[in-house]
């Protein structure tokens, strides 16, 4: 059988087909041929197979550069674990074609593979891996499998629910990845409660605004006050008290600095006045 898809796929190349269902074919191997990814495949369904970490290894070919075209993965009860979920993620760091990537029923997928996921839709580690998350897959989700016995089923669901946001926020965004991303700051990394969620989750332990430079607070601020009121601008005050207390020392300093050279200034115009004066004396 995994012969026959390995075949199958490469006979795809200049197809105009764009569905592909292989569900339950007992797929194993999978040999994806860099020469021959079909140019117009946009839904590949392989659930209900044995693919593995090296499957996955070989999917990640479909999904990788700007010439990528699958928009959907069905990998439903298959044999992926961490390694396998660390692979995709990995190649659908860059990727802005794939929506929907179906993962559920694969039980030997842990917590942290599950984290991984999570990452790859909003890095929570700093706005700036938050901005250059994933802002294209509007639907990845890890089904309820009542077999899997290493995760507690509650954590399984808040990190899917998180996920959800995510993917939710990428939908509502679908053409526009910076706005995506800008929503994303907005709506997990300025609301205290969430963040501390996604945090938690990420094992991340270090401020948001520990990375914010002071001259940017206000701005910030203001975002805070804006989209989640006076009870969230108060715990970001609270927080972020030792970056306004860093602008006013700079502000302090700045002052300081400019009556320096004002100063400095002044005395320098009095002794080019007196050398004038004295040159004017000579003639």
């Not at 959800?164 to 700051?185: F, L, Q, W, Y």
């Not at 970056?243 to 300093?253: A, T, W, Y």
Request: net charge negative; proline share 2%.
């Amino acid at each position: 059988q995994s012969e026959g898809f390995n075949m199958l796929f490469r006979a795809l190349r200049s197809s105009p087909i764009e569905t592909l269902n292989c569900k339950g074919c007992d797929i194993e191997l999978i040999e994806i041929d860099n020469n021959y990814i079909p140019n117009n495949l946009k839904c590949l369904y392989l659930m209900s197979n044995n693919i593995n970490a090296d499957g996955c290894r070989e999917l990640a070919k479909l999904l990788r550069g700007k010439d990528a075209t699958l928009t959907q993965l069905w990998l439903n009860n298959n044999k992926i674990n961490d390694e396998g979920v660390g692979i995709l993620v990995d190649a659908l760091q860059n990727n802005t074609s794939l929506k929907m990537l179906e993962l559920g029923r694969n039980s030997a997928i842990s917590k942290q593979g599950q984290i991984l996921l999570l990452k790859l839709m909003n890095d929570i580690s700093s706005i700036k891996a938050t901005l250059q998350s994933n802002h294209t897959l509007e639907c990845l989700r890890l089904d309820e499998d009542e077999e899997i016995q290493h995760i507690d089923n509650a954590l399984k669901m808040l990190i899917q629910r998180h996920i959800d946001m995510a993917t939710m926020i990428n939908s509502k965004h679908e053409s526009n990845p910076e706005a995506a991303g800008r929503e994303k700051v907005i709506e997990t990394q300025l609301n205290s409660g969430r963040r501390a969620e996604w945090a938690d989750l990420q094992g991340v332990n270090h401020s948001l605004y520990s990375e914010i430079d002071p001259l940017h607070l206000p701005e910030v601020l203001s975002l805070v006050d804006q989209h989640h009121g006076k009870g969230e601008l108060y715990v970001a005050l609270r927080s972020s008290i030792a970056g306004v207390i860093s602008i006013v020392n700079r502000k302090k300093i700045i002052e300081d600095q400019m009556a320096y050279y004002a100063a400095k200034l002044e005395e320098l115009s009095a002794q080019l006045a007196a050398i004038e004066a004295t040159e004017g004396e000579a003639v």
